[in-house]
């Protein structure tokens, strides 16, 4: 089956850095595109990030541009969210995802920012932040 697991969340002071992980097993990433959400207690998942099948094109919510870097590496079916000058209220649980088609089959039915535009996910991982 396909699975994703998140790494790297845990505690980290306001302007600090952490850097996230997700690895994908169960099938290859090489042709698809990846995002990571976010949650914040008693809300819904938001978008944070999109970087699309070879990591050439990347974009991000307004919240966490600047700050944030999504990079993916298919050698190792992983994909990465480097957090930067984080903010207390980054403090979320984070997704990673990952679509189980091409393209061509999300791209007049949905954004990429939209979480329809997936079909797999991670457990995630909780990221505090504190103040």
């Known amino acids: 089956q396909v699975q994703l697991v998140e790494y790297g969340g845990g505690l980290v002071q306001a302007g600090g850095s952490l850097k996230l992980s997700c690895v994908v097993s169960?099938?290859?990433?090489?042709?698809?595109?990846m995002g990571w959400f976010r949650q914040f207690p008693g809300s819904s998942r938001e978008f944070v990030s999109f970087?699309?099948?070879?990591?050439?094109?990347?974009y991000y919510a307004d919240s966490v541009n600047g700050r944030f870097t999504v990079s993916r590496d298919n050698t190792k079916n992983t994909m990465y969210l480097q957090m930067n000058a984080l903010k207390p209220e980054d403090t979320a649980v984070y997704y990673c995802?990952?679509?189980?088609?091409?393209?061509?089959?999300?791209?007049?039915?949905?954004?990429?920012?939209?979480?329809?535009?997936?079909?797999?996910w991670g457990q995630g991982t909780r990221v505090t932040v504190s103040s």
């Open positions: 995802a990952v679509r189980g088609k091409s393209d061509y089959y999300y791209s007049y039915t949905y954004t990429d920012s939209s979480a329809e535009a997936y079909d797999y």
């Open positions: 169960g099938r290859p990433v090489s042709n698809y595109a």
């Open positions: 970087i699309n099948y070879n990591g050439g094109s990347t």
